[in-house]
């Protein structure tokens, strides 16, 4: 089956602690994106990638990083400098250039800072 | 800066009944309006979208009725149903690629 997965769907970190999320796509999309989801906020954008090597800030990118080493994979490492993490966190692709494609979202993943 | 504004936060309704939800944006270089799905515990799913060359767009029991000069948009849910009950977003995005901005969200809930 197509689609995209997120890995874990729970994570916790300590304070201080960096972490990174999976997510991996065999839909053979060129671009992903990573949104972050509070409650009452919809989805933000934190990064996202057109090709491999290749990848830009969205809106709320401070305190994350990201990598784009593979075309089915784009991790999002949460680090120490997110004050704020606890979040849920999505991952999703499309064709890239497409003119209004649908994009495919992942299931996610729930982080909690503990 | 939010760029889409979606309403109401929430909205209970009866089986049957037809909730709306509404969405404006700003950024008049927005070219496709979809609209997303999400139950709990899961990620969106794209339910229906639209262009603004057509002012409304129907699939099954969900209508999108889009106004350009008013720069807002909305969705209808007919005969609503218990299953129909989660989080909407709406979104819009310009050009090429999909980097979507989102509304807030509407958390919906169909009463039996």
């Known amino acids: 089956d197509g689609g995209i997965t997120q890995s874990p769907k729970y994570l916790f970190r300590k304070e201080g602690q960096n972490v990174t999320l999976s997510c991996e796509q065999n839909?053979?999309?060129?671009?992903m994106y990573w949104y972050r989801q509070d409650p009452g906020q919809g989805l933000r954008l934190i990064y996202y990638?057109?090709?491999?090597?290749?990848?830009q800030k969205g809106d709320i990118a401070e305190g994350y990083s990201v990598s784009r080493e593979k075309k089915e994979s784009f991790p999002l490492t949460v680090t120490s400098a997110q004050k704020n993490p606890t979040a849920f966190y999505l991952c999703?692709?499309?064709?890239?250039?497409?003119?209004?494609?649908?994009?495919?979202f992942g299931q996610g993943t729930r982080l909690t800072v503990v | 800066q939010q760029q889409v504004k979606q309403s109401p936060q929430s909205l209970i309704v009866q089986k049957g009944g037809i909730p709306i939800i509404n969405c404006a944006y700003e950024?008049?270089?927005?070219?496709?309006f979809p609209w997303y799905q999400q139950f709990p515990g899961k990620g969106p799913a794209l339910l229906i979208a639209i262009r603004p060359d057509v002012s409304e767009k129907k699939e099954g029991r969900f209508t999108i009725s889009f106004n350009k000069s008013a720069k807002q948009f909305s969705l209808h849910i007919m005969d609503s149903q218990p299953g129909d009950s989660a989080t909407y977003f709406c979104?819009?995005?310009?050009?090429?690629?999909?980097?979507?901005?989102f509304g807030g969200g509407t958390r919906l809930m169909v009463k039996p």
């Open positions: 979104a819009a995005s310009k050009g090429a690629g999909n980097m979507l901005t």
């Open positions: 990638s057109q090709i491999v090597n290749d990848f």
């Open positions: 999703a692709s499309s064709i890239a250039g497409g003119m209004n494609t649908e994009a495919f």
């Open positions: 950024n008049t270089a927005f070219d496709y």
């Open positions: 839909l053979n999309h060129d671009a």
